[in-house]
């Protein structure tokens, strides 16, 4: 498996959709060699208590080539990171180290040659654009079948405008591969529409969640009194999750409920332009800014809101909103997501209506008995989205590629 | 003998417009009218006027055939306002003389559960209406969603009414057969029709059931069941929408032929007939009493309540509406009442039902907003625009407040 992060190396949903993935793979007895372009040493520890439980059977390795590349970060952030590297001389040989996104990708790639003549494996799995070269080499050493996961295209992620290096990369894998792998039925479709793929070898596998973790139900308090009512945003501060469009809500919210708090949890390049726009609106009050959340704190912000919006201008899943409603934070989420295919006791709207937005959030907040009936249901829900269903679908999509290739199937003695 | 007691229910609610807190105390103009006209336009050419076709025919064909509507006040205007045609065909039918009128609460609604004063006032106004149009005064009552125990029968026989109907619950009915007149306990006159639920929802809800190993339900089956309680029953009361015929089963399924076909099969078993609910509690006795104490509905596999009241959305509209009764009643503001009254009207509950995504899919089919949250929040936007006409009315009304109502209104329910 080809991947670009996984826990703790991490930016983004990726790594934990790929952690995810192989957890339920691995309690389903499918083997993985997990490849990724970073200095692996030290990090098996965390992964090692993950191996701990008893469901995971599988082997899991991790196997890492260094590059300064993110998959979800701007032209800008890039540059700077480029520049942090040389500076501070990063450990390993730096001579080998990319100078730009283009190096960094083929570094990986030709890396992939070496590891896919050496690990024996029956498919090959890669995950988003920066690996599709790379299993399509891997491909080329060893004849196994290809499957592309597209986690986001790059019109999700740029709101439109793609990168042509970038969105190119994308239609080469992704017409490469055997199998594709898209994480909703609007995935599904941006890849139709914007590359014009045969609609028939496109699988849709939604995600699920991790059902148990120690930081769901801390029941952190908010520190906002009850009447205010908090709403939360979390996610990076770019124009793909809808910084803009819940900054404008905000402002119909307070005019129809005066004391509404809102935290805006998350990095990313607009937060100084919504920093901006708050003040402008005379919001300043309403509004705390709480940069890059990890970890406990993540859960503590949802816990500590009574509502979390996400108006995603194109997300291909949202995994964030089931996150909320582990924590039994009710969600109100952008019908331009996956994930709202998949949940219904959710609230649903267009991220650009912003009128829609701000009368279901007043609701919320007005009526208890509306914020109570969402909570429970849609907590009872989110049991219904488990990790194991995802990688069921995907070892049955494994094994039928396996058939049409004329392979023996993973898992049944082959 | 066996008499074969056919009743159809007729509605079509007012439904409410995307109604948001931007709207609130600047737009009193609730209801979609482009919605509400699409759908009876829709339903008349599908249901209502092939259907009463297909019934006139078979009343000239069998002039024995019989049967009996209850059309709710709500569908009644509707069919005035969007499709005059479906209003005189009904008209029709009941000149044939063959067709018996019912009443139940004009705006279709739960008022007997939370106000027995509103609840006589739109029983007597849906009677009254009956008889200007159709020229018939209705002895028959039938609550909303055949709503129904003990209590109901001894108000509404107060009330003049010589039967009622009920859904015939396992539960209740226990070794007894819906297929007698039963009569309520602590009554003196009143009789009791009981749903005979399984070949109602035979044609009702499996008829195009293709995973239902009856399927497909022909006129000869059908007439087979039905001649087989001979012995053992006297009336089988099929009740159900009339919405079944081309609108819940579509045409292609079979359905007008099968209801064209079943009188004919019906009566060949010479001991067979067909009864309205009047002529049924004259033929046959009561059999026995049945004991109803608590309330039970023809709705969803649990036959109660909890699809209009089952949840925490529904309980606090509801309570909010009736706690407005009094003074909007008292308001003398004719459009205010009016408003206030189709509010009343069960379906605004029932799109609030959560219970759909796990109870199949009949819910869905009827709900008119996209989820049940959205249902609630436009309903409770328009429930404070009604405050804020009070408050402007009377300056001296306290606007109660939204989120402690539950606490208010204990006793109410």
Redesign the interface.
């Known amino acids: 498996m080809f991947g670009w992060e996984f826990p703790p190396i991490k930016s983004g949903g990726l790594g934990t959709a790929c952690r995810d993935l192989a957890k339920g793979l691995c309690a389903i007895d499918v083997d993985i060699t997990f490849v990724m372009p970073a200095d692996t040493e030290g990090i098996s520890s965390p992964y090692a208590k993950l191996m701990g439980t008893a469901k995971l059977t599988g082997k899991l390795k991790i196997k890492g080539v260094n590059t300064v590349l993110t998959p979800y970060q701007t032209a800008h952030g890039y540059d700077e990171m480029i520049h942090n590297f040389d500076i501070l001389g990063t450990k390993g040989e730096k001579d080998i180290y990319g100078k730009n996104i283009y190096a960094e990708v083929e570094r990986y790639t030709k890396a992939a040659l070496l590891i896919a003549a050496q690990e024996p494996h029956d498919v090959i799995h890669v995950h988003d654009w920066m690996t599709y070269q790379a299993g399509i080499n891997a491909r080329n050493v060893s004849g196994k079948p290809l499957v592309a996961h597209i986690h986001a295209t790059e019109f999700d992620r740029t709101g439109g405008n793609p990168n042509q290096f970038i969105s190119h990369r994308e239609f080469e894998g992704l017409q490469a591969a055997d199998v594709i792998i898209a994480n909703s039925e609007y995935t599904k479709q941006n890849v139709i529409k914007a590359y014009g793929l045969d609609p028939g070898k496109i699988q849709v596998v939604h995600w699920g969640i991790e059902q148990e973790s120690p930081h769901y139900g801390i029941g952190q308090e908010s520190p906002f009194n009850e009447e205010h009512g908090t709403v939360l945003f979390l996610g990076r501060v770019t124009i793909q999750k809808g910084p803009d469009w819940f900054v404008e809500t905000a402002k119909k919210v307070v005019d ?1 409920h005066p004391k509404t708090k809102f935290i805006m949890a998350g990095n990313g390049d607009m937060l100084p332009r919504m920093i901006d726009r708050v003040t402008e609106l005379g919001l300043h009050n309403h509004f705390v800014f709480t940069g890059f959340l990890k970890g406990a704190d993540v859960h503590k912000a949802f816990q500590m809101a009574d509502l979390y919006v996400m108006p995603s201008t194109s997300e291909p899943f949202g995994l964030v909103a089931l996150e909320s409603l582990k924590n039994n934070t009710p969600i109100l989420i952008s019908k331009q997501s996956g994930v709202s295919e998949v949940v ?5 709207t267009d991220f650009w209506n912003v ?2 937005m ?3 959030i ?2 919320v907040l ?5 914020h ?3 909570q429970s ?1 849609s907590y009872q ?1 989110a049991f219904d989205h488990c990790i194991y269903k995802p990688a069921q679908k995907t070892k049955d999509i494994y094994n039928q590629v396996l058939i049409n290739s004329g392979r023996n199937l993973i898992g049944w003695g082959g | 003998m066996v008499s074969v007691c056919f009743y159809f229910q007729v509605h079509q609610p007012y439904r409410i417009r995307d109604y948001t807190i931007f709207d609130i105390g600047k737009k009193s103009d609730y209801f979609d009218e482009e919605k509400n006209a699409g759908i009876m336009r829709k339903v008349a050419d599908k249901c209502y006027l092939p259907t009463n076709k297909v019934l006139l025919d078979l009343i000239k064909k069998h002039p024995e055939f019989r049967i009996a509507f209850s059309i709710s006040g709500t569908a009644l205007e509707q069919f005035e306002q969007y499709a005059p045609e479906v209003l005189e065909s009904f008209k029709e039918l009941v000149a044939t003389g063959n067709v018996e009128m019912l009443t139940e609460t004009y705006y279709h609604s739960l008022a007997f559960m939370y106000s027995k004063d509103e609840f006589d006032r739109q029983v007597r106004t849906h009677q009254k209406r009956i008889k200007e149009l159709f020229g018939q005064k209705p002895t028959i009552f039938r609550n909303t969603e055949l709503v129904y125990s003990n209590e109901v029968a001894a108000h509404v026989e107060k009330m003049g009414f010589d039967a009622v109907l009920c859904e015939g619950v396992d539960r209740i009915m226990g070794w007894r057969s819906p297929n007698f007149v039963y009569q309520p306990p602590n009554t003196k006159k009143i009789k009791l029709l009981t749903k005979n639920y399984k070949l109602s929802d035979d044609i009702a809800f499996r008829f195009s059931n293709r995973g239902w190993k009856e399927w497909p339900l022909t006129t000869e089956k059908f007439g087979h069941w039905i001649s087989s309680v001979n012995g053992n029953g006297e009336v089988i009361n099929l009740f159900m929408d009339y919405e079944t015929f081309g609108e819940h089963q579509w045409e292609d399924t079979g359905i007008f032929e099968f209801l064209k076909k079943l009188p004919e099969e019906i009566y060949n078993h010479p001991d067979n007939n067909f009864l309205t609910p009047s002529q049924v509690i004259k033929k046959y006795d009561v059999k026995d009493t049945l004991d109803i104490p608590y309330i039970i509905s023809w709705a969803d596999l649990e036959r109660d309540l909890s699809a209009w009241l089952g949840n925490k959305m529904q309980q606090a509209a509801i309570k909010e509406l009736y706690l407005l009764e009094k003074q909007v009643l008292n308001s003398g503001d004719d459009k205010l009442i009016r408003d206030w009254r189709l509010l009343t009207t069960s379906d605004h509950f029932y799109y609030m039902c959560v219970k759909w995504f796990a109870d199949g899919d009949v819910h869905k089919y009827f709900n008119a907003y996209d989820s049940p949250y959205d249902g609630f929040i436009n309903y409770i936007n328009v429930l404070h625009d009604i405050v804020l006409r009070l408050k402007k009315l009377d300056d001296n009304f306290e606007v109660p407040k939204i989120s402690t109502f539950a606490d208010k209104l204990k006793g109410v329910n």
């Open positions: 129809h219904n006791n959710a609230l649903k009128d829609d701000a009368n279901k007043v609701s007005r009526h208890k008995e509306l109570q009936e969402l249901n829900e």
